[in-house]
């Protein structure tokens, strides 16, 4: 079993549109997690930390299920800029492991 | 966050020879790098974890004479990709480690082997 699934989509939505993203672990013992974001040929940069308690930066909202090891991202009023793969990435002793990414395709 | 440079950014080699891509960690001092691959729509493989002054730990699969890591300083870490073949291109990413709990990632090498 994957260390950390995702679906790949590709989602593709309209401006403006809610879309939300799920992501599975398999080691309970996972520490710290967190949604990257990957442009086109360029590395992954961070998006947000995500917390048991949840969390909101902007349009992004982020949370943790420890209990059902699932990570969620959700994203509201989408911008064209939002298109691009997001990774979950799960770091389980020192290691972090990805996911494959999810893309997401904003369409005008 | 954390600033690191690596380079080149894109290279196109011929078969058999071989190509150095060079990670800084410009503002910190790195204990640990991670060595990542990723091909296309997949997500990023880990070849090699290396501390500085020792010899790379490889991931089962990749071959450590095929893939020469140094890290020689807490600054510095180099992947040269030996003898290359067409199959090895991919993008390479390093990921310097400083402690914390969040990745940083050098800009990647896009490796093409024609």
């Known amino acids: 079993r994957k260390e950390v699934e995702q679906d790949p989509g590709p989602f593709n939505v309209p401006e403006g549109a809610t879309v939300a993203f799920n992501c599975t672990y398999s080691?309970?013992?996972?520490?710290?997690f967190f949604w990257y974001r990957q442009d086109c040929r360029k590395e992954p940069k961070l998006l947000m930390s995500v917390y048991s308690s949840g969390n909101e930066d902007g349009r992004f909202t982020a949370q943790l299920n420890r209990a059902s090891q699932y990570i969620s991202l959700l994203i509201r009023d989408s911008k064209l800029s939002d298109s691009a793969t997001y990774l979950c990435?799960?770091?389980?002793?020192?290691?972090?492991?990805f996911g494959t990414g999810t893309s997401l395709t904003v369409i005008p | 966050g954390a600033v690191v440079s690596q380079h080149p950014s894109r290279v196109i080699c011929k078969s058999g020879t071989s190509v150095k891509i060079e990670c800084r960690s410009l503002?910190?001092?790195?204990?640990?790098m991670f060595w990542y691959r990723q091909f296309p729509k997949q997500s990023l493989m880990l070849m090699a974890t290396s501390n500085e002054g020792s010899k790379a730990t490889y991931e089962q699969g990749v071959e450590k004479d095929k893939f020469l890591i140094n890290h020689a300083s807490l600054t510095l870490s180099t992947l040269t990709v030996t003898s290359a073949h067409p199959e090895d291109s991919s993008f390479y990413i390093c990921?310097?480690?400083?402690?914390?709990?969040?990745?940083?990632f050098g800009q990647g090498t896009r490796l093409t082997v024609v």
């Open positions: 503002d910190f001092q790195a204990t640990t």
């Open positions: 990435v799960v770091n389980t002793g020192n290691q972090f492991y």
């Open positions: 080691n309970s013992a996972s520490q710290s």
């Open positions: 990921s310097p480690r400083r402690g914390g709990t969040e990745a940083f």
